[in-house]
């Protein structure tokens, strides 16, 4: 049996994810495919716009056949250990094949990158380091520590989709996974300022819906996806961003320095900057602008802001276990859904158990203005629905 996975966020999901999710299922001819999408908050730390039944609704839509959620403390991480979680759980959900996009079109070269940033020897290590003690982030480091030895992987590890792939791929060979890796090309800039309706980008597209500009916006998505966009605008189930400042702002000003020192991610006194700017800032961009520095990019801050929102520490990461389960967002009404769900009972459930998502399902639903009933309230996606797509009404 093939059965294709995918690893993603669908927020909100658009023509550009239609257009992988068709080619990735026209190279594998699967069975099955199963998407696993992020939570309440998305890898850069950021609310999602739509909840992630919503989003799970997208997905079986454009072809799907069973979505599940990644666990909040594997979502709001960096690459590498967002990729580890989502890897884990597709391979314990039986998935034999793995698409992703990425803005190159020559897999064995991300294929070498992986291998060497798994492995890296002496002289790779001695030139990141050397890199880091210089003030850079991460990432530059290690861009520029790969540029001493190859110019041309410098430039792969430009692009965001890119790295992530290569984490896709550190992370199958990490966890032994019989994962056939398959690369869709992306076009059209990740973070792009404008909407492209045939490669759009989904911050343009969430930016110009926050904006009021709607028409654009649904001129990029699926037909189900606009659909799901009015009716969560009109319903008022989107998450206010001003709502999250104020909970963001209050926690870290009364967060003590030792409660900061433990976050993830952090070192070198960060908490000293952190606690100062939360103290002058009303607003969470303000907030950012403040702390974010080369060696501390904005998604890294980014991801510590949500980390505190959510009472994540360094602690409870370094011992958290890959995902032990699969919390089922939808399915389509097939028999080989239902095989599916008898064969992994142990695995899939219905229910969020973990107490980082249930947090992140409160401070949501908050922000959205909806009762404290998530996500009990919540129903899983059954497709095709027999009456309204919405996991509150289906």
């Given amino acids: ?41 998305k ?122 792939a290569i984490c896709y791929l550190r992370a199958i060979r990490r966890l032994e996974a019989e994962l056939e890796p398959v690369l869709i090309p992306r076009h059209g800039a990740y973070h792009a300022d404008r909407i492209d309706a045939r490669e759009p980008s989904a911050s343009a597209i969430r930016d110009s819906l926050l904006r009021g500009n709607y028409g654009e916006a649904y001129e990029a998505v699926t037909g189900e996806s606009a659909q799901i966009l009015r009716k969560a605008f009109l319903g008022r189930r989107i998450p206010d961003p001003k709502c999250l400042d104020a909970l963001l702002i209050q926690r870290l000003r009364r967060s003590t320095k030792e409660e900061l020192r433990r976050l993830p991610d952090l070192s070198e006194g960060l908490e000293d900057r952190l606690a100062e700017a939360a103290g002058a ?8 602008d403040a702390v974010s520095t080369r060696r501390y990019p904005r998604a890294r801050i980014s991801r510590i802001c949500t980390a505190s929102l959510l009472g994540m520490t360094r602690e409870q990461l370094d011992r958290e276990p ?16 239902t095989a599916l769900w008898r064969e992994k009972q142990d695995l899939i459930s219905r229910e969020w158990r973990h107490e980082t998502d249930l947090l992140a399902w409160k401070t949501w639903a908050l922000c959205a203005g909806l009762p404290d009933t998530l996500p009990r309230s919540e129903r899983v996606i059954v497709y095709p629905p027999s009456g309204p797509v919405s996991g509150e009404d289906g």
């Fill in 281 to 288: 800032v009303n607003t969470r961009g303000e907030l950012l």
């Fill in 322 to 337: 890959l995902p032990e389960q699969a919390v089922l967002l939808g399915l389509r009404k097939h028999p080989g859904m």
């Fill in 1 to 41: 049996m093939r059965i294709l996975g995918i690893i993603a966020e669908y927020d909100p999901f658009h023509l550009g994810h239609a257009r992988h999710l068709r080619l990735a299922r026209e190279a594998v001819r699967p069975d099955y495919t199963y998407a696993v999408l992020s939570g309440c908050f």
């Fill in 43 to 164: 890898q850069r730390g950021e609310p999602a716009l739509l909840s992630p039944y919503d989003r799970a609704a997208c997905a079986l839509a454009a072809g799907a056949d069973a979505v599940f959620a990644l666990p909040a403390v594997w979502t709001v991480r960096d690459a590498e250990h967002y990729a580890l979680g989502g890897v884990s759980l597709l391979m314990k959900l039986g998935a034999t094949h793995l698409a992703f996009g990425a803005e190159t079109d020559h897999p064995d070269s991300l294929r070498r990158l992986a291998e060497r940033m798994e492995h890296p020897g002496a002289d790779f290590q001695a030139r990141l380091k050397k890199h880091l003690a210089s003030g850079c982030g991460y990432p530059r480091a290690l861009q520029l520590a790969a540029a001493e030895e190859n110019p041309e992987d410098a430039l792969l590890l430009e692009k965001p989709n890119n790295i992530l």
